[in-house]
């Protein structure tokens, strides 16, 4: 995965809350099992580009189809089936995204 993090986007009746995830197929798979599976959510990079919507707790799109496939999908589908117990969510505290921002953004290739 090439971003620092990754911007979680929950939309539930109560509204929309935004989360900075860390970047590991674990912590992606947990944060979507953790939501309600009645919520949307749409995990996006830094740069607002979309990366990953679910809806009911399936994914419904993802940009990387390899990282769906060989990373996210192995853990994910456990999670799913209650094979697997979801993780604790590793947020990204805010001090810390700002220098990630200008380390990891800068690198970068568009």
């Known amino acids: 995965m090439d971003y620092p993090y990754?911007?979680?986007y929950v939309y539930s009746?109560?509204?929309r809350s935004e989360h900075f995830?860390?970047?590991?197929p674990t912590n992606i798979a947990s944060f979507i099992i953790k939501n309600s599976p009645l919520d949307v959510i749409q995990i996006t990079t830094p740069l607002d580009t979309a990366f990953i919507s679910?809806?009911?707790g399936f994914i419904d799109y993802c940009a990387d189809q390899e990282f769906l496939r060989n990373e996210l999908l192995p853990v994910l589908i456990p999670m799913q089936m209650g094979d697997t117990e979801p993780s604790e969510v590793e947020l990204v505290?805010?001090?810390?995204m700002n220098s990630m921002d200008e380390e990891g953004l800068d690198s970068l290739e568009f």
Do not use: C, F
């Not at 995830?21 to 590991?24: C, F």
């Not at 505290?93 to 810390?96: G, L």
């Open 13 to 15: 009746e109560e509204g």
């Open 6 to 8: 990754l911007i979680g």
């Open 21 to 24: 995830l860390k970047t590991t």
């Open 54 to 56: 679910t809806r009911a």
């Open 93 to 96: 505290p805010e001090n810390e």
